[in-house]
């Protein structure tokens, strides 16, 4: 379980495939802290430490993993976003995260704001219990933020100076590729309403 609120960022120094999965090396100023069998959320997307070196960890996506998030379209020097599992007596300062990812959208317009900056995305609103809601929550790359806009197949965000600063959202650019996960409470709401057949 995660929050939303992201702890680091973490640099991609090495990929290695192996049949359908991909093992990841990451530089990051977490590396010393953590443990074998610990889970991250990388990008919003939640996998296990398999290996800790000095200033670097090795995790692995699995292929149902890379089919459904950005992962899969890494490539060494890109920045990823990290944070560590919650503690139990952890304030909640973002929103229930699970780390798993419901599908990836895509940015199509970045406006700067006087000091802030609204992204906008797209995603598949056919996948079924997929839905954002007037200033509700969303992860984007693991972020959690506020959406407003809200309306089929596509939201945006405000991003403050300091999200802006302190995570990979200011490298994305109009087309870029970002994990989402959707509010597990309204997930949960839209199924109960529209019921288990559909």
């Not at 459904?68 to 139990?88: A, M, P, Y």
């Not at 992204?119 to 972020?143: H, M, P």
């Amino acid at each position: 379980m995660f929050s939303g609120i992201v702890e680091a960022t973490g640099k991609i120094v090495n990929k290695t495939a192996y049949r359908a999965n991909i093992t990841f090396e990451i530089a990051s100023t977490l590396s010393k802290e953590l443990k074998v069998d610990q889970s991250i959320a990388h990008n919003g997307a939640c996998l296990t430490v398999i290996e800790v070196k000095e200033n670097s960890y090795l995790v692995t996506a699995v292929d149902e993993t890379l089919g459904k998030t950005n992962l899969g379209l890494l490539q060494v020097g890109d920045i990823v976003n990290l944070e560590r599992s919650l503690k139990l007596d952890s304030r909640l300062d973002g929103h229930i995260v699970q780390g798993h990812v419901d599908q990836t959208g895509t940015c199509f317009s970045i406006k700067e704001n006087d000091g802030s900056w609204i992204y906008s995305f797209d995603y598949n609103q056919i996948i079924a219990n997929n839905v954002t809601v007037e200033k509700g929550s969303i992860t984007v790359n693991g972020i959690s933020l506020t959406v407003f806009s809200s309306k089929p197949g596509a939201f945006s965000v405000a991003v403050i100076p300091y999200t802006y600063e302190h995570t990979n959202i200011k490298y994305l650019k109009e087309g870029s590729v970002v994990n989402l996960e959707f509010d597990i409470i309204g997930k949960y709401v839209k199924r109960l309403i529209a019921g288990y057949d559909n």
